[in-house]
């Protein structure tokens, strides 16, 4: 079956501007979470959406926004771009049971210019 | 506050030497154990989760409560073992979704 699909892969962006991203999570799966991705801080944890409803959120600022649709499609947005949020945006879907771990997407490359 | 640590950044072995990567974790509650792994150019995947009690490439991991440590090890590396690695535990319930670690980096030496 097909994998968790993220678009754009690549996205350059100039600071002020806002960006769209959007992630595909696998058939059946329900839960999909956002992380963010940069060579100082590793993976974070951005948010989690568990059938249209935000379950969690991590410490991030208020203009990194989320939703998620009917059909378990989400899409994350950050307005009022800066340099800092260049990074790798990395969506991951799971089954209602979080034991059986997360399958993550290929990630969207963001540059903020 | 939930903080996992993996004290190696990078860790270079021999082909067919034993590979232990640690991880320390400080988590409220009882949280489920997940080992990641990201071949170069490939995406995230899982790895082994603790629940399983499962190998996976001849990986295993070790949950030791009492030191709240969750090492992954394999008796014998290989050249496509090298990648970098991912402890992150996941409370369910929490507000912290999973949990990374900051990676370790191993690297096969032939």
């Known amino acids: 079956k097909a994998g968790v699909t993220q678009t754009p892969r690549y996205l350059i962006k100039t600071r002020g501007q806002q960006v769209t991203l959007s992630c595909s999570p696998i058939?059946?799966?329900?839960?999909v979470s956002w992380y963010q991705q940069t060579p100082g801080q590793g993976l974070q944890f951005l948010f989690e959406?568990?059938?249209?409803?935000?379950?969690n959120k991590g410490n991030f600022p208020g203009r990194f926004s989320g939703r998620q649709f009917s059909n378990s499609r989400s899409e994350m947005n950050v307005s009022t771009l800066e340099l800092g949020d260049s990074a790798l945006y990395l969506c991951?879907?799971?089954?209602?049971?979080?034991?059986?771990?997360?399958?993550f997407g290929s990630g969207t490359r963001l540059t903020v210019v | 506050a939930q903080r996992v640590t993996q004290p190696e950044k990078l860790l270079s072995v021999f082909k067919g030497a034993p590979v232990e990567l640690k991880c320390n974790y400080s988590?409220?509650?009882?949280?489920?154990l997940f080992w990641y792994v990201q071949y170069s150019r490939q995406r995230l995947q899982l790895l082994l989760r603790?629940?399983s009690r499962e190998s996976i490439k001849g990986f295993t991991a070790d949950l030791n409560k009492g030191e709240t440590s969750f090492h992954l090890k394999k008796p014998f590396a290989q050249e496509e073992d090298s990648a970098m690695y991912y402890c992150?535990?996941?409370?369910?319930?929490?507000?912290?979704?999973?949990?990374f670690g900051k990676g370790t980096h191993l690297i096969i030496q032939p």
């Open positions: 959406y568990f059938s249209e409803t935000q379950r």
């Open positions: 603790h629940i």
């Open positions: 988590y409220s509650g009882s949280p489920e």
């Open positions: 058939s059946g799966h329900r839960s």
């Open positions: 992150a535990p996941h409370s369910g319930g929490g507000a912290d979704g999973l949990t």
């Open positions: 991951a879907s799971s089954t209602l049971g979080q034991n059986y771990g997360y399958t």
